[in-house]
């Protein structure tokens, strides 16, 4: 079966413009997640759903960052007036149930801010 | 913030030789996972230890946890080529639901 996908794979972007970043979880995984990893480093995570709603996000770094996961599937990133320090991939994982479990990670979104 | 941190940060065998990479992390446990990384994109889920398991093995793979040390271990025996790559551990702390990375060790296995 598909395994998590995330679009776009690249996205550059100047200082100050907003921009989403979309992941497909596997079908039927209930728990999501989003994650930021900057270079030479391991991933950072940002935010945590369980089904449609956010169990925590205690790791989004301000309010510039916001995520949605409306219909308990797809799920959207977005990141307003974005910073030079936002440039980083920014990875998407699924699972079963709740993080107890292993994750299944997309390939990433590198975003880089001019 | 990062909890664990692997040691060493990288490493350089010759195939057939075994790796091994450390992971230390700093608070009690649900779980300890072990996470690779090739091209710095796409982590693939290689193994999972629970809090109350000491010793977990899968194919070329052999994992230990040692909760009292808060420490935990990666063994891939008869290493290939194909095995470069970043090796992350990552936790999920108790009471928590996702996970904690570690920085990574990353390892090059040469021909």
């Known amino acids: 079966g598909a395994g998590v996908s995330q679009t776009p794979s690249n996205k550059v972007t100047e200082k100050g413009k907003y921009v989403e970043l979309r992941c497909d979880p596997i079908?039927?995984?209930?728990?999501l997640y989003w994650y930021r990893q900057s270079l030479g480093q391991g991933p950072e995570f940002l935010i945590y759903?369980?089904?449609?709603?956010?169990?925590?996000d205690s790791g989004l770094p301000n309010d510039r960052f916001f995520a949605v996961r409306p219909e308990g599937s797809v799920s959207t990133l977005k990141i307003q007036r974005t910073e030079r320090g936002d440039s980083a991939v920014y990875l998407c994982a699924s699972s079963w149930t709740s993080g107890l479990n292993e994750q299944y990670f997309g390939p990433g979104t590198r975003l880089t801010v001019t | 913030s990062q909890q664990g941190e692997e040691d060493p940060q990288a490493l350089s065998i010759q195939e057939g030789e075994n790796a091994t990479m450390n992971c230390s992390y700093k608070t009690s446990i649900n779980n300890l996972q072990w996470y690779r990384q090739n091209s710095g994109r796409g982590l693939v889920h290689l193994i999972l230890?629970?809090?109350?398991?000491r010793e977990k093995h899968s194919g070329r793979l052999r994992v230990t946890l040692d909760t009292s040390k808060k420490s935990s271990s990666l063994l891939i025996t008869a290493s290939r080529a194909a095995d470069t790559a970043s090796y992350f551990c990552a936790t999920v702390p108790s009471g928590y639901s996702t996970l904690t990375f570690g920085k990574g060790t990353m390892l090059l296995v040469s021909p």
């Open positions: 230890i629970r809090s109350n398991e």
């Open positions: 759903f369980q089904g449609t709603g956010a169990a925590d």
């Open positions: 079908s039927g995984h209930t728990a």
